[in-house]
């Protein structure tokens, strides 16, 4: 596994990659294991900047997390949130064919392990509120913002 780390506006992201150079996770704050880029770790990283920075708005990344089939359905589902839109827990769990199952998507949700690329970030309650994000509801706040023009664009 390759790991490249870089500085955004909601601080320091670290992104992953598997020997055949596809994604397996994004994650915030510092890895647990000694950063050691690859070309492939450091396109990835690269893409990242540019959507802090306001000129990406989709990736062309390829992806392998690790999950069981329904988490893969719920984050496939997460990819085909348009930018700058939410969707709520039950909107996504119908959109999987699965109206009753807001927990369990909920729960898949926040299992997702590449944060910002796959937006688990576009999901939210289902009167419109902020819940739970594993990288925290500040930086759930500022990815919508910045997805809705609401926040300044990187220098």
Known sequence: MNISTLDSPVGPVWVAVDDDGAVTAVQFGEPDVP?????ASEAAAAQLREYFAGERTD????LAAS???FQHRVWT???EIPYGVTWSYGELAAHIGQPTASRAVGLANGRNPIAVVVPCHRVI????TLTG??????RK???L???SGDQPRLA
């Open 35 to 39: 950063a050691g880029p690859s070309a």
């Open 59 to 62: 990736f062309q990344l390829t």
């Open 125 to 128: 309650g289902a009167s419109g």
């Open 145 to 147: 913002d910045h997805e």
């Open 67 to 69: 999950g069981t089939p």
């Open 133 to 138: 994000y594993a990288g925290g509801v500040e």
């Open 141 to 143: 706040r500022w990815l």
């Open 77 to 79: 589902a997460l990819c």
